[in-house]
């Protein structure tokens, strides 16, 4: 069955930094581009990052540029997202997503069940 | 900033009622353009890709349609279980961006 599972959300301080963690199984993991994807309390979805299937391209919304790393191991089926200089407005659930294809940029075909980030002071 | 727009915001219908949710891009996509469900405290699930092609297992009651700047998403017949928050999204280069969501409530 395919699967994505995040992990290493919580709580942190404005300023502060927390990795969060997907593991892909039951699907070639890298053969497809992944992504993050995030939603405020009571919000809509909110793109974050979207990394190519060989890690080699990476690209970010305007509101987490410079803050936010993207990366991946394909070795271990593993997708990351490096969150420094957290901010309140950074609170909400956090989703990895799956590219359907593996040619080109596709539609999200599967979604982790997300890891939930407060900030707060 | 690229901008996808939905309307309506929300909506109201019956059981059995044709309900049509429409999506604008800022700037011509193509056909990239996807559909979502996303149930009150589940996980967002494709319903459509490529504009108009049923993500396998979807019922066919929900299609949809449109090229460029114009998108529609169509429920043929409103049922119980399709009460949710609808999301556009393109995904020709970045950023991916969701429209604001359209939440569909039964009368």
């Known amino acids: 069955e395919e699967q994505l599972l995040e992990s290493g959300g919580g709580l942190v301080q404005p300023g502060g930094s927390l990795r969060l963690s997907c593991a892909g199984s039951?699907?070639?993991?890298?053969?497809?581009?992944m992504s993050w994807v995030r939603q405020a309390p009571g919000k809509g979805l909110e793109w974050v990052s979207a990394?190519?299937?060989?890690?080699?391209?990476?690209n970010y919304a305007n509101s987490v540029k410079g803050r936010f790393t993207v990366s991946r191991d394909n070795s271990r089926n593993a997708l990351y997202l490096q969150m420094n200089s957290l901010r309140a407005e950074d609170t909400a659930v956090y989703y990895c997503a799956k590219d359907r294809g593996t040619s080109r940029p596709d539609a999200y075909d599967m979604w982790g069940q997300g890891t939930m980030v407060t900030v707060t002071s | 900033d690229f901008q996808m727009t939905q309307s309506p915001s929300s909506l109201s219908a019956s059981v059995g009622d044709r309900v049509t949710i429409t999506c604008r891009a800022s700037e011509g996509i193509d056909i990239y353009l996807a559909w979502y469900q996303q149930k009150p405290g589940k996980v967002p699930e494709l319903l459509i890709y490529?504009?108009?092609t049923l993500q396998s297992g979807v019922p066919s009651r929900f299609s949809g349609s449109g090229f460029g700047t114009d998108f529609t998403l169509t429920i043929s017949s409103l049922q119980p279980e399709d009460v949710a928050t609808y999301y556009c999204q393109k995904y020709n280069g970045t950023p991916r961006t969701f429209g604001q969501g359209t939440k569909v409530e039964l009368k």
């Open positions: 490529a504009a108009s």
């Open positions: 990394l190519s299937s060989h890690g080699a391209f990476t």
């Open positions: 039951g699907f070639t993991f890298a053969s497809h581009a």
